[in-house]
């Protein structure tokens, strides 16, 4: 395994995770409850009835995780916000509480030499916002961009860029269309106004954060889709997938109009269930956007409908290795996804940075299934700039091992275990790789 890559000058390596997933705490200092709280009270929704209750303890040991960030020697942090923290009901003024933890949180990382970047929604919607409607909603939108208004007002000091979301298309998706995660609707295609909420959402808290002078990303799921075969039936569904999973979510960003949605019935230029209105795409997609945040895990196989719904069907990737979830590993995906946005958005595509990219192992601490799909990833990655793709940094999901969604406490993510009984945090062998990895190109990128 090669101890560094060929990366641009000032190639910034980062670590991820997200507010439900390793903060507890969930009654501390007057938070409100989230969708998340609610979820997991359902019986049968979350693997185990694990919840988020305690996860990793992150809000009271954050000074020993800001430690371990420190010694693998992290230029960034991505963590993201509880929103319920901030505002309990999603609406009013500032609980200074809530507020009090992300400012000891900021000055900590700064402290540690390591920038923060925090997202604004991974998914944690107040439940009071939820019983008015939620992202179906169109003033949640509103109050996204209110509480963005708060949240920059004390931390945008220190604080230079921001994620406003995080990947809107697996909420809306999981938690609106499937009912796999909170909220936990199931309403296919009848949850499409959560994507324009969501969208609007983004647009409308830019222009907050971009009056107060900071940076604006977005963090969106994407994957390179690849269809079953040549038939045009299988390419046909593959366009369609491509469409909902990757173009949704970035057209109306970066080309300021939705896809083409007639391969679902709703058009060549879909109001999205009579959510769209005039204005909100410029709004959407008004200059601002100063990176796209990518996770990436895996490619998607598509083939024909087998049954009637949806215009695909998802097939296996088969013939390549899998995660302990059962994921492909694909490495070469990563270069491939870049390219076609490349090539889809040309000039107005901004810079990239990897906001998620990592795997579950069901290793304690001797995980060379991580090791082996961060460096062959890294690998992948450094062809894609070599190639004159501009990716500004790396962050890894995750730091932590934590609460992973409906799956619970049973996907392991972290470059550090967790033992969710003792709070013990124990680093693992890809730490220490991706510690030396890191001070291998300190040394070398100028
Ligand atoms: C992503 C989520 C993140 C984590 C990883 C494994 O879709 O953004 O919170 O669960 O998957």
Known sequence: MPDRYDLPAGFRWGASTAAYQVEGAVDEDGRGRSVWDAFCERPGAVKNGDTGRTACDHYRRWPEDVALMRELGLDTYRFSLAWPRVQPTGRGPANPAGLDFYDRLVDGLLGAGITPLPTLFHWDLPQALEDTGGWL???????????????????????????????????????????????????????????????????????????????????????????????????AAADAYDTLHN?????????????????????????????????????????????????????????????????????????????????????????????????????????ITVTEN???????????????????????????????????????????????WAEGYTQRFGLVHVDFATQRRTPKASFTWYRDLIAAHRGCVQ
């Open 358 to 404: 990592g795997c579950s192992t069901d290793a304690a601490l001797d995980d060379t299934a991580r090791t082996t799909y961060l460096a062959t990833h890294l690998d992948a990655l450094a062809r894609a700039t070599a190639e004159g793709i501009d990716v500004r940094g790396y962050c890894t999901w995750s730091l932590l091992d934590n609460f992973e």
């Open 247 to 351: 173009r949704l979510f970035t057209d109306p960003l970066l080309l300021g109009r939705y896809p083409d949605l007639t391969a679902y019935g709703l058009g060549p230029d879909p109001d999205l269930g009579g959510a769209v209105r005039d204005g909100d795409l410029a709004l959407i997609s008004a200059p601002g956007l100063d990176g796209l945040g990518v996770n990436y895990y895996n490619p998607t196989r598509i083939a024909a409908p087998t049954e009637p719904g949806l215009p695909f069907t998802e097939a296996p990737v088969d013939g390549v290795p899998r995660t302990h979830f059962g994921w492909p590993v694909v490495p070469e995906g990563l270069p491939e996804l870049l390219r076609t946005l490349r090539d889809r958005y040309g000039a107005a595509l901004p810079p």
């Open 137 to 235: 909603h169109r003033d949640t939108a509103h109050r996204f961009a209110e509480y963005a208004a708060l949240a920059a007002d004390r931390l945008g000091d220190r604080v230079p860029a921001w994620i406003t979301l995080n990947e809107p298309f697996v909420h809306m998706v999981y938690g609106y269309a499937l009912g796999i995660h909170a909220p936990g609707r199931a309403l296919m295609l009848d949850a499409l106004p959560a994507a324009h909420h969501q969208l609007l959402a983004h647009g409308l808290a830019a222009a907050e954060l971009r009056a107060r002078g900071r940076e604006v990303l977005i963090a969106n799921n994407l994957t390179p889709v690849r269809p079953a075969s040549a038939d045009p039936a299988d390419l």
